[in-house]
């Protein structure tokens, strides 16, 4: 694809965010240079929202952090100091020469250089080793960076092997970037993410995933996935995916389960990331449940395989608990097979099992895994039906948990003479079940009574 023409009126002052025009003036009147770097200054001039302001000067970092009364000095060995402006931080960063990279992550020593230029030519790519100084109006671009962007291409600078070397994140960077930005990966430059590729394995798992998550969130998610496997780079991130390549599906089907995983993937909400995380994971146990079934496939059981791969691979690139809890739910449950003849209790027994606050994301995978089939371009009406039979159950506020009976463990402790421990919720969960069958059920003489001969009958059994 190609890129856009740059536009320079964008880093005119009037566009720039006024702690950027101050500091800049600070660092210029303490002696010192000053240049906004890196991503702000690519997306500046491509007219994107800029998520980090960063800036680059010559003076020291002491120098920098004297110079401001509220600073964060946690980066200071690597030259960064934190000036917080309204609540915000600002990077400002000594000009550095990083010395070698032995593993593949960060440089064993770095030496601040007096100019921009040895800056710039250490960093990844050409379009990120750009720099702007706000008060000269003056754009520094010693790489070719802004032809780049007009070309819409992603050229790592100078040697791409060393560059990858140096640090192994930025292979995923590279993809990830061109997905965002959607952009083409320079020659040379895909050539070293495939020598490079087994560089990603000494990169720490909580660095890869949040290259991983930036990347699914970008439109161009699916073609990036697809790099990554030609690279060998996802073999190395996520190998369950990478697994899924090949493995042919059924009729209902016009994919093998990896490029219907993509399609999938571009077809849930780019604002959900844990739906897209969700699209991303639902078929990871195809591959291990195929079955051949005259001429066509089966995949029995493959959800439940599938939350299982989907939970130890996000574990491994550690997912916050919550967020693993959530994808799992959603692919554990991702199979629901409504029939119109559901009876309203079955209605109730899938919200109690799905949870109404997991029913958006569930709907939202189930939209994309139909999207992403390939085949059905909409979704069957009898999930239309399902929906709006939902809604109204939701509207009727019958109790769908134990936590919506009009009694608790407290009056069964009191009306049965029990004392506290788990038969206290094997009671109140046998309520429920009477409940969602009918729930005008719910009434506190009507459960009492049901509690005392539940306890009757299983004394009895007991007998
Ligand atoms: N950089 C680099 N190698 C890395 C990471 C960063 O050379 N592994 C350089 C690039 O010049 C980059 C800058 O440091 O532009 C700032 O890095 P960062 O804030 O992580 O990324 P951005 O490019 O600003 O973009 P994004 O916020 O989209 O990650």
């Known amino acids: 694809m190609a890129g856009a023409v740059p ?33 702000a200054v690519r997306d500046s001039l491509l007219g994107r929202p800029v998520n980090d302001w960063d800036l680059a000067t010559d003076l020291l970092p002491e120098t920098v952090a004297a110079l401001f009364p509220r600073t964060v000095q946690i980066g200071i060995r690597f ?7 309204d609540g915000t931080p600002y990077e400002v960063t000594t000009f550095r020469l990083d010395g070698v990279y032995s593993d593949a992550r960060r440089p064993d020593s770095i030496a601040f250089t007096g100019t921009l230029e040895e800056d710039l030519i250490r960093r990844d790519f050409t379009i990120n080793a750009l720099a702007y100084d706000p008060v000269e109006n003056r754009l520094v671009d010693p790489t070719g960076g802004e032809a780049d962007l007009a070309l819409g291409l992603l050229r ?77 780079l996802l073999r190395r991130a996520l190998p369950e995916l990478a697994a899924c390549y090949g493995v042919a599906q059924n009729p209902h ?14 077809a849930a909400p780019p604002e959900r990331r844990l739906v897209r995380l969700a699209a991303l994971f639902h078929d990871l146990g195809k591959p291990e449940t195929r079955e051949e079934r005259a001429e066509t496939a089966a995949f029995y059981g493959h959800q439940f395989v599938g939350e299982r791969l989907a939970t130890s691979a996000m574990r491994r690139l550690r997912y916050p ?21 559901w009876t309203d209790s079955a209605i109730r027994r899938f919200l109690r099992e799905v949870g109404t606050e997991h029913l958006e994301d569930l709907f939202a995978l189930r939209a994309a895994d139909t999207m992403g089939n390939g085949l059905r371009k909409r979704i069957a009406p009898e999930l239309t039906e399902f929906r709006r039979r939902i809604e109204l159950e939701i509207e009727r506020q019958n109790a769908l948990t134990v936590r919506d ?59």
């Open 156 to 232: 790592a600078v100078g040697r791409a092997e060393e560059r990858f070397q140096e640090d192994g994140l930025r292979l995923l960077r590279a993809v990830r970037l061109a997905a965002q930005l959607g952009f083409e990966l320079e020659a040379d430059t895909y050539r070293a993410l495939v020598l490079c590729a087994p560089n990603l394995e000494r990169i720490a798992q909580e660095r890869v995933r949040a290259e991983f998550d930036k990347l699914i969130e970008a439109p161009q998610a699916a073609s990036a996935l697809s790099v990554m496997l030609e690279t060998g």
């Open 7 to 39: 536009d320079r009126s964008r880093l005119a002052r009037s566009c720039l965010p006024a702690p950027v025009l101050d500091l800049s003036a600070a660092l210029k009147e303490a002696g010192g240079q000053a240049y906004l770097v890196g991503g």
């Open 79 to 85: 030259g960064t100091v934190l000036v917080m402006r």
């Open 405 to 463: 009976l009009c009694i608790d463990g407290y009056d069964l402790m009191e009306a049965l003479g029990l004392v506290p421990g788990p038969i206290i919720g094997r009671a109140l969960s046998a309520l429920l079940e009477d409940v969602l069958d009918d729930p005008s059920r719910n009434e506190r003489e009507w459960l009492l009574a049901r509690a005392r001969e539940l306890r009757r009958a299983e004394a009895n059994d007991g007998a």
């Open 321 to 341: 608990n919550e967020e693993v809890a959530r994808v799992r739910h959603l692919v554990h449950h991702h199979m629901f097979h409504y029939r119109p003849e």
């Open 253 to 266: 089907h016009a994919f093998d389960v990896f490029h219907h995983t993509l399609a999938a993937l571009d």
